[in-house]
């Protein structure tokens, strides 16, 4: 079952953020090779859409689609697929497209950390057993996904941006570094980051859209709104909507 949750209305606060424009946004947190969550909110984002005033729509997911969970090939095709058919997608690269990426291109370390974070289940999903992939080495793994993972699936994921500012907010995979600058923020800092950026409690000049870290609900900050809510083992994936200063959230229901 899809439900909607903890939707805002919008007041009449000039203080609040607003994403700007005469657009409405949404944006998808980590589905971590959940294609039929994917799917399940893509159709609940459509019912939504339905109910509310035409506006162009923008459509942002926030990385991690791939690793943990059992579909991870059928959600690079679904996201290849949206991409082919609509303009109006964005895609941010999180940790696990980027050892994805390079253990793909044949890098033997790359694909030690992707076998030890979830990598297992996503090469089941193009092909390889996971009692098969227990008796490779990490070399052989690396020319494994070398010669079976298809390259345009690798260069889309590559092709991922790392960041994306949108009025008053600005969306990311993992958070940014406090006290630099967003716009000298590094790669690895915004795929990866944690405490440093969840405990900083100052504002970071726009308000952080952001997933990689796992709440159970929806993490509502002052200065951050964190939306991984555990899809591939929660059965709960989460999006949130914004239109100008108001914000609401949608999720499958485990």
Same mark, same amino acid.
């Given at each position: 079952? !899809?439900?909607?949750?903890?939707? =805002? ?7 609040? +953020? ?25 159709? =609940?984002?459509?019912?939504?859409? #339905?109910?509310?005033? +035409? ?5 942002? !997911? ?19 697929? !949206?991409?082919?058919? %609509? ?9 696990? $497209?980027?050892?994805? /990426?390079?253990?793909?291109? @044949?890098?033997? &370390? ?28 990490? $070399? #052989? ?8 993972? +298809? =390259?345009?699936? *690798? ?9 994306? +500012?949108? @009025?008053?907010? !600005?969306?990311?995979?993992?958070? *940014?570094?406090?006290?630099? #600058?967003?716009?000298? &923020? ?21 308000? /952080?859209?952001? @997933? ?8 509502? &900050? ?8 555990? #899809? ?5 994936? %989460?999006? /949130?909507?914004? $239109?100008?200063? &108001?914000?609401?959230?949608?999720? %499958?229901?485990?």
């Amino acid at each position: 079952m !899809l439900m909607p949750f903890r939707r =805002r209305k919008a007041r009449d606060d000039a203080s609040l +953020p607003s994403v700007g424009g005469d657009r409405r946004v949404y944006a998808i947190g980590d589905i971590h090779g959940r294609d039929d969550l994917f799917a399940q909110l893509l159709d =609940r984002i459509a019912l939504d859409e #339905a109910e509310r005033d +035409p506006l162009p729509r923008l459509l942002v !997911l926030l990385g991690d689609l791939v690793d943990r969970g059992p579909q991870s090939r059928q959600v690079v095709e679904r996201a290849m697929g !949206l991409a082919r058919s %609509t303009g109006d997608i964005r895609f941010l690269k999180g940790n696990h $497209e980027e050892m994805f /990426i390079a253990a793909a291109r @044949g890098k033997a &370390q790359a694909a030690r950390l992707f076998r030890r974070y979830g990598g297992v289940e996503t090469l089941a999903s193009y092909g390889l057993g996971a009692e098969d992939s227990a008796l490779m080495s990490d $070399e #052989a793994m690396a020319r494994w996904m070398l010669a079976h993972v +298809p =390259r345009d699936h *690798v260069d889309f994921l590559d092709d991922f941006a790392d960041m994306l +500012p949108l @009025g008053d907010y !600005l969306f990311v995979h993992a958070g *940014v570094r406090p006290r630099v #600058a967003l716009d000298a &923020q590094i790669p690895a800092d915004l795929r990866w980051i944690r405490g440093d950026f969840l405990n900083h409690g100052r504002h970071f000049g726009k308000m /952080i859209v952001h @997933g990689h870290n796992i709440s159970e609900d929806v993490d509502v &900050q002052p200065n951050r709104i964190g939306i991984d809510t555990g #899809a591939f083992c929660s059965g709960r994936l %989460t999006a /949130i909507g914004l $239109e100008k200063d &108001q914000r609401w959230f949608l999720r %499958t229901s485990a």
